[in-house]
């Protein structure tokens, strides 16, 4: 593989998940890297979603080419989404609602969100979910 492109719209879980993702990237071989993060502190997955049917501008939208991490401010889903043709994009549930079990409810916004991302994303791009407490 030359190249991998991973968005992440979370919280500071996935800040910690993609913190080594271009130490590992180049020790495998790949050549070039780009990975994201949008970060908002402890956004659930309702939240992140209301923030994209909203177009709200209120995510940190960290990227890492595999020279360090950067930062720009007041970043929307959107914005991010449509910025590249990722191969990976993932969503994180967060705490800043006091919801960290997984009960069904937490994730009632999941599909939604899943719906809205694709219609800003590549035809290619695929979707995860990275599960904190699996």
């Known amino acids: 593989m030359k190249q991998l492109k991973i ?4 919280n500071s879980f996935s ?6 993702l271009a130490e590992i990237s ?5 050549e070039n890297v780009k990975f994201a993060n949008l970060y908002v502190g402890g956004c659930s997955i309702k939240k992140h979603f209301y923030h994209a049917e909203n177009d709200i501008h209120t995510y940190e939208y960290r990227t890492n080419t595999g020279d360090g991490w950067n ?19 993932s969503v994180q549930h967060g705490t800043a609602d006091g919801s960290r079990y ?3 409810s937490c994730y009632e916004k999941l599909s939604a969100l899943y719906a809205y991302i694709k219609k800003y994303a590549s035809p ?7 599960m904190t407490w699996v």
């Open 7 to 10: 968005l992440s719209v979370g």
């Open 15 to 20: 800040w910690d998940t993609m913190e080594y």
């Open 26 to 30: 180049r020790d495998l071989g790949i």
């Open 71 to 89: 930062s720009v401010f007041e970043y929307s889903i959107k914005d991010a989404v449509s910025s590249e043709e990722w191969d990976y994009i």
């Open 102 to 104: 997984t009960d069904e």
């Open 124 to 130: 290619n791009t695929k979707l995860a979910f990275n």
